[in-house]
């Protein structure tokens, strides 16, 4: 069956440096993804999306990558903030106009 | 416009009470989607509205639970006979054009189920 992977564990850097995020996924060929920042108590917010023929996105301190070979996409922060802080979620396309989303990784960023 | 509107935010009900929810997608936005997120998990997949017409339901989805969207504007989810595992938040999203779009979806705040 499809299965989206994203680490469980809580990602933990320090202000200034580059967080990279993974989303991994199997029996899948998602024509694209997105990726969404969810804050607690709150909707997700879209943050990019990629198809599957582009390589690399890039959004101001954004960027991901889209590896349809390995079936792996990776989120990166550059400079992170601790207003960076929160839940992000990969999403594939699900059919039919629909995402079906990741459990999402928490990413803490300390000062 | 101030984006997608979702009420109540908080609801407690008795196990075996119907409870119904209300979303207001951004007004130019034909399609809606309500999705069903517990703690720890993504959202779920639940039903997609193009315009008034339901086009796709999960399979998971109970025939307990019903949506609409008179008009295609405004919708509704309601849920009949509640168990203590409907709890969770209900996420309602719209987009103008499919999932498959660079502007992808814009949530709402959700509404949060506790079922007692």
């Known amino acids: 069956s499809q299965k989206i992977e994203q680490n469980s564990e809580a990602l933990n850097i320090q202000e200034g440096k580059t967080a990279t995020l993974t989303c991994n996924y199997t029996n899948y060929s998602p024509a694209y993804l997105q990726w969404y920042r969810q804050d607690p108590g709150r909707g997700p917010v879209f943050l990019l999306l990629?198809?599957?023929?582009?390589k690399e996105k890039r959004k101001e301190r954004l960027k991901v990558t889209f590896d349809t070979t390995l079936k792996q996409s990776l989120f990166h922060i550059t400079a992170s903030q601790p207003a960076d802080s929160a839940t992000y979620l990969c999403?594939?396309?699900?059919?039919?106009?629909?995402?079906?989303f990741g459990k999402g990784t928490m990413l803490l960023v300390s000062p | 416009d101030t984006g997608v509107s979702q009420d109540p935010r908080h609801k407690i009900t008795k196990r075996g009470q119907n409870v119904t929810f209300r979303c207001d997608p951004i007004?130019?936005?034909?399609?809606l989607y309500w999705y069903r997120q517990t703690l720890g998990q993504g959202p779920e997949f639940l039903t997609y509205?193009?315009?008034?017409?339901?086009?796709?339901k999960s399979r998971l989805l109970s025939d307990r639970f019903s949506a609409e969207r008179p008009k295609g504007s405004f919708s509704t989810l309601e849920i009949q006979r509640t168990e203590q595992g409907d709890s969770a938040m209900y996420l309602c999203?719209?987009?103008?054009?499919?999932?498959?779009?660079?502007?992808?979806?814009?949530f709402g705040s959700g509404t949060r189920l506790t079922v007692v």
């Open positions: 990629i198809r599957e023929n582009e």
């Open positions: 007004s130019e936005h034909n399609r």
């Open positions: 999403a594939l396309d699900g059919g039919y106009s629909t995402l079906t």
């Open positions: 999203a719209s987009s103008l054009r499919g999932a498959g779009y660079s502007d992808g979806y814009t």
């Open positions: 509205f193009q315009n008034e017409a339901q086009l796709e």
